[in-house]
C-alpha cells in the first residue's frame, strides 16, 4: 500500500513562513468500477509546517477535476476543487 507514497518538502513565506513537508500516499491508484459507476482515485494528505499536522483525502474525480477535504492544523476543515489544463 505504500509503494505509492511521494513526499515533498519546502520553504515558504506568510502562512508557510519557514520549512513545511508532506506526503501523499494513493489509497487506490487505480480506478475499477462497473460501466456507469464513478469510483474517483483517493489519496491521504498530510502536511507538516514545524509547528502543526494538516491532514486530508483527495479525490480524482476525472483526470482533469480533483477534489480535497481537510482538517487544517487539525482544527479547521476545507473543502476545495482543483480543475488542470495543459497548455
Not at 45 to 74: C, Q, V, W, Y
Amino acid at each position: 500500500a505504500f509503494n505509492s507514497a511521494r513526499g515533498h518538502i519546502g520553504f515558504g513565506d506568510g502562512p508557510y513562513n519557514g520549512v513545511f513537508a508532506g506526503l501523499s500516499i494513493a489509497l487506490n491508484p487505480v480506478t475499477v468500477s462497473k460501466p456507469g459507476q464513478m469510483r474517483p482515485t483517493t489519496s491521504l494528505l498530510l502536511e507538516h509546517n514545524g509547528r502543526n499536522l494538516s491532514a486530508g483525502l483527495r479525490f480524482g474525480l476525472t483526470p482533469n477535476l480533483k477534489a480535497d477535504i481537510a482538517m487544517l492544523n487539525m482544527e479547521k476543515a476545507m473543502i476545495g476543487l482543483n480543475y488542470s489544463v495543459n497548455m
